[in-house]
């Protein structure tokens, strides 16, 4: 792979334009053996019209057998190697209810639980508390919890789940977790990891979080069943080239869920508002059109259906999704990518480790015999497998972006 | 690739079985342009049946271009980088003959051979003693020969060939060889390498295996043609993890040949007794079934028919094997792998680079075109050419083994 810092040195400046169309989990698989995955059930007449005039293949989000989550499936796509930046489970939270995450804040994800009156976790989630009586219980955290020089911010989630964020001077990000991650014992002590690049800071973090641990449980002693909090994947944002810095692209995020704008904003697009549906976010296309080098239009449904084991439903979102190509086209993007994060099969239920079908459509693109946009024709495919993390050097290359490497 | 740190962190404990079948140097070559390869040749219907239900491709050993010997290609498709993880010559040897090689031992290959009486030496191999010789010989090294903190064992091979073996605390593995490569000169003191990363241990090998060369001289010098030793690819022992710490396998290892018996042991794996044919390695396969997850089942005349140079005893070989596939697919692996550890074209008589036929069938395996396991076939599969160090990954993710990377 060619790392960031070889890509900079080779960006030239340019007026094409790069449209990633991300269907998130597209990948799938057939439900018996024989029959067709949802893809090659799915009718999508512009999907293979495109397939047609394109390069196509897989790309592997991180290597062969790896599964990844929403996070490193997608800093793949944007070319980000996941295995170098790696996204806490605290920041990947903070980012999914739109919290404004800044370089030096700590998050982390809380649970509310149970304890006995030993301080032992007798239910990890309090029963799973509605989303209500969370919303209630992190206003009363937010009031009763002073925890001297920092800002604390206590965000609820959905049910059981709250976002904390530590914001202050000189806060470090590698500490371990306080949910023991199994029932009888108590919360364990927040510490700094051993092999923690800066002691003092994650000493800090440490202290604080502990010190917010304290007070919660004692503002919570008389709620039942959640009469306490666990908190893990404490992380700060990982410091990531934008995508202006490392390939030269003003970069434009297009997605429904906060998760996605906000794994966007982590490598520097601007997440555009981009209402709830397809329409709404293909409106947004054509607006915002004039003002950006790359546009990520994020498409969530194939991903739900998926992980819902419906494989109907899938192949539907997938015709729906269909209907839209040809307005990107109308755009006339220089290059045009269709791909996902991940595959996320209904047979699965779940995100999988399976290659996902990608194609790449430009002027200069080498077609090949694929005339669908399927699993089974892109392993026809002229791409061939590329790893997730060389797409966009390649869709910058289509793009005429990317000068001569050596004389 | 993902390395074995990562892999490590994502690994579940699942009752899910995989079936590794190993055709050692499965990979062909036409004897002419234009005509079949060995796997192509043969009549492999229960091969190809289960190809038509698989994800086919092909593993590349090493890297493009690189003929791998049979450590490192074992160790490739048991998930070790063979790059990372290298065998030294003298421990390969040992482990062909069944030594039960320490931790702390050290081994070289060594060769019996003709010096004259300036002790130049005038044949490397001494006209290659018979074999009856060379327990002769090392029956009176044994005897003649004592190095003091040290126990040595010097074990006939074949020919000319014997292990020896320095067993004793505080021995290091990096110091350079005795023979010189060339006739009329003598044979080379033993010295650290000038790398070593630990001298003293090192030094203390180079001594007592020069001590060692000084007697076997003395109680040689009345012996023709053998009346001197070389010992080449001392080494000790590389650390690898087990499969079971670096993968969560508890594996078995099916095989006739020591070497591969060895290797196996190397990496954890119980080397079963595994009888003289295929049918008593299918027998063992059956008895041994509860007891692990993991199974490598190795076959050796695939090899050494390619290596003989005979086309069609390689094809009747590889159809002798596709007579037993059967009885692996009825235990119901979760998954099944057939592979290779590298090609052995009969047109080469010996390995080669080419990438080797790989297939991988599961319930949650990507269906492709390939209807036959060849060469031809395997290069329309949806596996396409992946790193023999990938199938492990790939194997575990098949059998559920592995969790998601990352929220």
């Known amino acids: 792979m060619a790392d960031l810092e070889f890509i900079k040195k080779l960006v030239l400046p340019a007026q094409t334009k790069i449209v990633f169309l991300v269907m998130d989990g597209v990948g799938g698989l057939p439900m018996e053996e ?4 949802e893809l090659e059930a799915a009718r999508t007449p512009n999907l293979d019209e495109l397939a047609r005039r394109s390069s196509c293949g897989f790309t592997i989000p991180i290597s062969p057998g790896i599964t990844p989550g929403s996070g490193p499936g997608h800093l793949g796509i944007f070319g980000y190697d996941p295995c170098r930046f790696v996204i806490g489970r605290g920041v990947l939270e ?17 649970n509310f639980c149970s304890v006995d009156d030993q301080g032992r976790v007798t239910d990890r989630r309090a029963g799973r508390i509605s989303t209500d009586k969370c919303v209630e219980l992190t206003t009363l955290l ?19 789940r709250f976002v904390l964020v ?51 449980r004692e503002a919570l002693k008389h ?29 434009a995020a297009i997605a429904v ?20 549906t397809l329409s709404d976010e293909f409106d947004m296309l054509e607006r915002a059109w004039p003002d950006y080098d790359f546009f990520y239009l994020h498409y969530k449904y194939t991903d739900s259906r998926g992980e819902d084991g419906d494989f109907q439903a899938k192949v539907s979102v997938i015709e729906e999704f269909d209907r839209f190509v040809p307005r990107a086209l109308a755009l006339k993007p220089d290059v045009l990518v269709v791909t ?25 693109c080498r077609c090949d ?25 390649l869709a910058l290359a289509n793009a005429l972006r990317l000068a001569k490497f050596g004389a």
């Open 223 to 251: 709620e039942r069943p959640a009469n306490m909090v666990l908190l893990r994947g404490l992380d700060k944002r990982p410091e990531i080239p934008t995508m202006q810095e490392a390939f030269g692209l003003r970069a």
């Open 34 to 37: 024989g029959g067709p995955t």
């Open 340 to 364: 996902g994060d991940h595959s996320t099969p209904a047979l699965l239920r779940a995100h999988s480790w399976h290659p996902v079908p990608t194609m790449m459509y430009s002027r200069y």
């Open 142 to 160: 937010r009031k009763k919890v002073k925890v001297p020089g920092v800002d604390i911010f206590v965000e609820p989630v959905k049910e059981h």
């Open 166 to 216: 530590l914001r202050g001077e000189g806060l470090g990000g590698e500490v371990t977790e306080s949910d023991p991650q199994q029932l009888g014992i108590a919360p364990l002590r927040i510490e700094p990891l051993a092999s923690t690049s800066n002691p003092k800071a994650s000493q800090r973090t440490a202290a604080l979080a502990n010190e917010f641990v304290d007070q919660a």
């Open 369 to 393: 015999d694929a005339q669908q946009y399927s699993e089974r024709a892109c392993s026809r495919g002229a791409l061939g497998n590329i790893r997730a993390v060389d797409l966009i050097p």
């Open 257 to 276: 869920y906060p998760m996605y704008r906000g794994l966007a904003k982590l490598v520097g697009m601007d997440a555009l508002s981009s209402g709830t």
């Open 94 to 110: 903070a980012l999914g209810i739109d919290f404004d995450l800044q370089p030096q804040d700590v998050a982390a994800r809380g």
